[in-house]
């Protein structure tokens, strides 16, 4: 019994490890592939600060699509969007949310999961009326810079964490900084 239990133990770490190595190396082939479309959701957790004002944290949730250019360069359009309290107990809400064009650099070889990119598009926040007060909505140009990692977890499908910072041009000015996981399906 303890010998079959054994070789069990033993196949399953030899299948795992064979699982990591094909992985990997199915990563570089496919995530290479030029031409590749990669559609995703993305949630996380997301921070705005109007100069001057205290900030606003909370959940942010979205979804991207990218094409591949080649090996290294992908360009997408990105959407994400961001609920929060005007103040502590307010029932005055902000909906904050993003349109935004992005290209991407990913690194070569086996780091070609990392990648390193831009962003530039559209910030609009709105505020519903309340009783008297009325709605109100506003947009500006925003651009920043992006970081994230692609881990293959099976074929097509990849998941892992994304990093953004934008700055939009709004008076007063506001930076918004975006942690999110990423799910992402590639065809």
Do not use: C
């Amino acid at each position: 019994m303890l010998k079959k239990n054994l070789n069990k133990i033993s196949l399953l770490a030899a299948s795992v490890a064979f699982m990591g190595l094909s992985t990997q190396s199915f990563a570089a082939d496919s995530m290479g592939a030029m031409g590749a479309i990669g559609v995703a959701g993305n949630i996380g957790f997301g921070s705005i600060s109007a100069s001057g004002a205290t900030g606003q944290s909370g959940l942010t949730f979205g979804a991207n699509v990218n094409y591949r250019l080649d090996p290294t360069w992908e360009v997408g359009v990105d959407w994400t969007m961001q609920s929060y309290a005007i103040a502590t107990g307010s029932a005055l809400n902000v909906t904050f949310m993003t349109f935004m064009a992005e290209m991407d650099y990913h690194l070569a070889g086996d780091l070609n999961p990392l990648y390193f990119g831009i962003r530039a598009g559209l910030g609009m926040s709105s505020i519903p009326a309340i009783g008297a007060i009325p709605s109100s909505s506003s947009s500006s140009f925003g651009f920043g810079a992006q970081t994230g990692y692609d881990y293959m977890i099976m074929q097509n499908l990849t998941v892992g964490p994304k990093l953004a910072f934008t700055y939009f041009t709004s008076n007063p000015s506001t930076i918004y900084f975006q942690a999110l996981a990423s799910i992402t399906y590639h065809f």
